[in-house]
């Protein structure tokens, strides 16, 4: 079994309905960064029924444990520093200064380097600028004020030929932040909300524009096979974006209270979501 979107998919499904099926009989094989980061916000979400199979995937996995560390103190690790070595981090949102020069731009700068390193050359940067508009989303548009946005965190992972990164929040939803703005205020429900993001560009400010994060992240893949996920409130869709054109497949899924997004793109290949192993970091 491996912990990847799929599987997320199914666990918000099984979360959001009554049972007394036992998630720590589940033995993961390997983990996606997008697994990875929105199992640290579920686990917020759903405290009591995650507890003790989290328990034990958390002492097989470092990257997993790492990752709730960062989510539940809102800090960066003290043992940061081993995480980098081999293109895998994490990076909390807490408040409107997230974006800092003592901690976020040195770890914009180790993704960009892993990035390069990888093969992306220049469009390194360009993910670089994806990666920190959509971190920026989460402080924008999670909380009702800017100024104090929903717990939130950045996850990255990078191999050769691959990058994928992925940001979630605890916040108000995709739905909720658009029917700010009243000529979204007829959006039904969250699937609709992030077909408008997309397809429109939909943003909950009156004036100021449309929505740029998106338009970045789609420029920053234009010419690499990249899967773009995400999820809100009920709400789930799924993009294959590559050299040819871009299609985007909206569902229905399991409710979650917050905002995620997961991509990753690949030099060469089909776009795929990228597993690593339970050991990766031992």
Same mark, same amino acid.
């Given at each position: 079994?491996? %912990?990847?979107?799929?599987?997320?998919?199914?666990?918000?499904?099984?979360?959001?309905?009554?049972? *007394?099926?036992?998630?720590?009989?589940?033995?993961?094989?390997?983990?996606? %960064?997008?697994? #990875?980061?929105?199992? $640290?916000?579920?686990?917020?979400?759903?405290?009591?029924?995650?507890?003790?199979?989290?328990?034990?995937?958390?002492?097989?996995?470092?990257?997993? *444990?790492? $990752? &709730?560390? /960062?989510?539940?103190?809102? &800090?960066?690790?003290?043992?940061?520093?081993?995480?980098?070595?081999?293109?895998?981090?994490?990076?909390?949102?807490?408040?409107?200064?997230?974006?800092? $020069?003592?901690? !976020?731009?040195?770890? @914009?700068?180790?993704?960009?380097?892993?990035?390069?390193?990888?093969?992306?050359?220049?469009?390194?940067?360009?993910?670089?600028?994806?990666?920190? @508009?959509?971190? *920026?989303?989460? +402080?924008?548009?999670?909380?009702?004020?800017?100024?104090?946005?929903?717990?939130?965190? %950045?996850? !990255?992972? #990078?191999? *050769?030929?691959?990058?994928?990164?992925?940001?979630?929040?605890?916040?108000?939803?995709?739905?909720?932040?658009?029917? @700010?703005?009243?000529?979204?205020?007829?959006?039904?429900?969250?699937?609709?909300?992030?077909?408008? #993001? %997309?397809?429109?560009?939909?943003?909950?400010?009156? !004036?100021?524009?449309?929505?740029?994060?998106?338009?970045?992240? =789609?420029?920053?893949?234009?010419?690499?096979?990249?899967?773009?996920?995400?999820?809100?409130?009920?709400?789930?869709?799924?993009?294959?974006?590559?050299?040819?054109?871009?299609?985007?497949?909206?569902? =229905?899924?399991?409710?979650? /209270?917050?905002?995620?997004?997961?991509?990753?793109?690949?030099? +060469?290949?089909?776009?795929? @979501?990228? #597993?690593?192993?339970?050991? !990766?970091? /031992?």
């Amino acid at each position: 079994m491996h %912990i990847d979107g799929a599987f997320i998919n199914d666990l918000r499904e099984y979360l959001s309905k009554e049972s *007394d099926s036992q998630l720590e009989n589940l033995s993961p094989s390997g983990y996606s %960064i997008g697994g #990875i980061v929105q199992l $640290a916000c579920l686990k917020s979400a759903y405290p009591e029924r995650l507890n003790a199979a989290l328990a034990i995937w958390r002492a097989s996995s470092k990257a997993l *444990d790492n $990752a &709730m560390a /960062t989510q539940e103190s809102g &800090m960066l690790p003290s043992t940061s520093k081993m995480w980098d070595v081999r293109g895998l981090e994490f990076f909390p949102i807490r408040d409107r200064l997230w974006a800092d $020069a003592k901690n !976020y731009h040195p770890f @914009e700068s180790r993704f960009c380097k892993a990035a390069k390193q990888a093969g992306f050359g220049n469009k390194a940067e360009a993910l670089s600028g994806a990666l920190g @508009e959509m971190a *920026d989303n989460v +402080a924008q548009h999670s909380g009702h004020d800017p100024v104090c946005p929903a717990a939130g965190i %950045i996850g !990255y992972y #990078i191999c *050769d030929g691959h990058v994928a990164f992925s940001i979630a929040d605890l916040g108000r939803g995709a739905l909720h932040s658009l029917k @700010e703005n009243p000529k979204w205020d007829q959006l039904q429900n969250s699937k609709e909300a992030l077909m408008a #993001i %997309i397809q429109q560009h939909a943003s909950r400010r009156p !004036y100021g524009g449309d929505g740029e994060g998106f338009k970045e992240v =789609f420029r920053s893949l234009a010419n690499l096979n990249g899967l773009i996920e995400l999820f809100s409130g009920d709400g789930r869709i799924r993009i294959m974006n590559s050299p040819t054109g871009r299609q985007a497949t909206p569902q =229905f899924t399991g409710l979650l /209270t917050g905002f995620q997004i997961t991509v990753n793109c690949s030099l +060469a290949g089909e776009p795929s @979501e990228r #597993i690593f192993p339970l050991d !990766y970091l /031992t």
